[in-house]
């Protein structure tokens, strides 16, 4: 089991920054990768994020891109999500999640562990 909990989400207006965070515990995950994913309401959970936890290769959504920036403290098992120039079109509920096998997918069914989301709403 992997117990996953995210904190850093807030307030915010267009244009500000916040930076996520995700901490992990439980059993290793090294061979894995970790990743953000996003739900607004009435929309699909979207692919933000990840980062293949070994060799930190990252890999982003068209949306986020340019804009957001994934890293990991291993030390830590922590993984953050730096957030800038917020969009009204950001506002969502934000999920980290770990994949256990190696690759880093898009599809939030690769995903086998979930934290239980933090608000991010940013006022036009």
């Known amino acids: 089991q992997v117990q996953l909990v995210e904190s850093g989400g807030g307030l915010v207006q267009a244009g500000d920054s916040l930076r996520l965070s995700c901490a992990a515990s439980g059993r290793t995950f090294s061979n894995g990768a970790m990743g953000w994913f996003r739900q607004a309401p009435g929309k699909e959970r979207e692919f933000v994020a990840a980062?293949?936890?070994?060799?930190?290769?990252?890999y982003y959504g068209n949306s986020v891109k340019g804009r957001f920036t994934i890293s990991r403290d291993n030390a830590k098992n922590t993984v953050y999500l730096q957030m800038n120039s917020l969009k009204p079109e950001d506002t969502a509920v934000y999920y980290c999640?770990?994949?256990?096998?190696?690759?880093?997918?898009?599809?939030?069914?690769?995903?086998?562990?979930w934290g239980q989301g933090t608000q991010v709403t940013v006022s036009s």
């Open positions: 999640a770990v994949r256990l096998n190696y690759g880093i997918l898009t599809r939030s069914t690769a995903y086998d562990y």
């Open positions: 980062i293949n936890w070994s060799a930190g290769n990252t």
